[in-house]
């Protein structure tokens, strides 16, 4: 089994939180949303093979299709900021993708620990 790690993210302006691609990206309202939007791309292949089918179905890297049907998400607002925390066994460059989908570069990694 591949090692859980635990990633801390901050979003500093969740309301201008939002991906580059406009059928994948966040549109929520709050944090609640936003961890429960991420939970989803981490654990299911709908965000990412919406991502391929835009790209004409052609990816340099299929691994990046990768789910994890334990993934874990948490938000809530910390002194104006949201606070996310992920817990997955992806590694980061697929969260990072995902995270790209969705919030585009909105998000700052805080900490990266086993769990």
Same mark, same amino acid.
Do not use: K
């Given at each position: @089994?591949?090692?859980?790690?635990? %990633?801390?993210?901050?979003?500093? $302006?969740? /309301?201008?939180?939002?991906?580059?691609? /406009?059928?994948?990206?966040?549109?929520?309202?709050?944090?609640?949303?936003? /961890?429960?939007?991420?939970?989803?791309?981490?654990? %299911? +292949?709908?965000? %990412?093979?919406?991502?391929?089918?835009?790209?004409?179905?052609?990816?340099?890297?299929?691994?990046?299709?990768?789910? $994890? $049907?334990?993934?874990?998400?948490?938000?809530?607002?910390?002194?104006?900021?949201? $606070?996310?925390?992920?817990?997955?066994?992806? +590694? @980061?460059?697929?969260?990072?993708?995902?995270?790209?989908?969705?919030?585009?570069?909105?998000?700052?990694?805080?900490?990266?620990?086993?769990?």
């Amino acid at each position: @089994m591949n090692q859980r790690h635990c %990633y801390e993210f901050s979003i500093a $302006d969740l /309301a201008s939180a939002r991906g580059d691609i /406009a059928e994948l990206s966040f549109d929520g309202a709050g944090p609640n949303h936003l /961890a429960a939007a991420i939970q989803e791309a981490l654990r %299911y +292949p709908g965000c %990412y093979q919406r991502w391929r089918q835009l790209q004409g179905g052609e990816t340099d890297d299929d691994s990046l299709g990768q789910t $994890d $049907d334990q993934a874990l998400a948490r938000a809530r607002v910390e002194d104006l900021r949201v $606070d996310l925390e992920v817990i997955t066994s992806l +590694p @980061m460059r697929i969260v990072r993708h995902r995270l790209g989908l969705l919030i585009g570069e909105h998000w700052q990694l805080r900490d990266v620990r086993a769990v």
